[in-house]
């Protein structure tokens, strides 16, 4: 007897929540939003970051020019000690945790960051690297911006992230966000070659 797709797909109960048969209203995010649209937090929210594109381009600019490559696991100390100071600046304070393991250079400790805003039991946990994978050329850490895109090594995967993870916590501290509960920032080094130096 030949396998039929067709005949498992209707043996199902229900259809999966998303299927490219689906109707396209119920692939649409609106009722997502709708809840979000009531929140009085939201617009204030997105104006601020709106008017702030400029600003996280440069710093993802400057995270990116930092060739924290991996292998073989090179300037992870000079990014995390700007990324601090950057952080400081803009009125997030991060701590710095040195990893469990050994296996570094006793100058070349890898760096892991964290930060907290909110308050409450609750923990919402925002997780980035910040290593990235070896360049072709140098030429890659300096960022290019077009319009509103910024290339280069790592900007991505994931530097992008951290700046978008970092701005959202700074939207809602400005913005006056009441949260039930409380949001840990935390950055490590050591992803792409599995971690023993940070993320794990």
């Not at 490219?20 to 709708?34: T, V």
């Not at 979000?36 to 996280?56: C, F, H, S, Y």
């Not at 077009?146 to 939207?171: E, Q, S, T």
Request: some cysteine.
């Amino acid at each position: 007897m030949g396998f039929s797709f067709n005949a498992m797909r209707h043996s199902l109960p229900q259809r999966p929540i998303w299927s490219l048969d689906s109707a396209a209203e119920r692939l649409s995010i609106a009722p997502m939003r709708a809840g979000i649209e009531q929140n009085k937090i939201a617009e204030p929210v997105r104006t601020w970051l709106g008017a702030r594109e400029d600003e996280m381009a440069v710093l993802l600019a400057e995270l990116v020019a930092v060739p924290t490559e991996n292998p073989p696991g090179r300037q992870y100390r000079e990014f995390a000690e700007m990324f601090q100071r950057r952080a400081d600046q803009l009125g997030l304070q991060f701590e710095p945790i040195k990893p469990t393991s050994q296996n570094h250079g006793a100058d070349d400790i890898p760096l892991c960051l964290c930060a907290t805003y909110g308050r409450g039991e609750r923990i919402l946990y925002f997780h980035g690297h910040y290593d990235v994978v070896p360049a072709q050329s140098e030429a890659q850490f300096k960022p290019l911006r077009k319009d509103h895109f910024l290339f280069g090594r790592g900007a991505c995967d994931m530097k992008g992230g951290i700046v978008a993870m970092l701005y959202a916590i700074l939207a809602l501290k400005e913005c006056g966000a009441d949260l039930d509960g409380k949001i840990n920032l935390i950055l490590v080094p050591d992803e792409e070659t599995g971690g023993t130096r940070g993320s794990t």
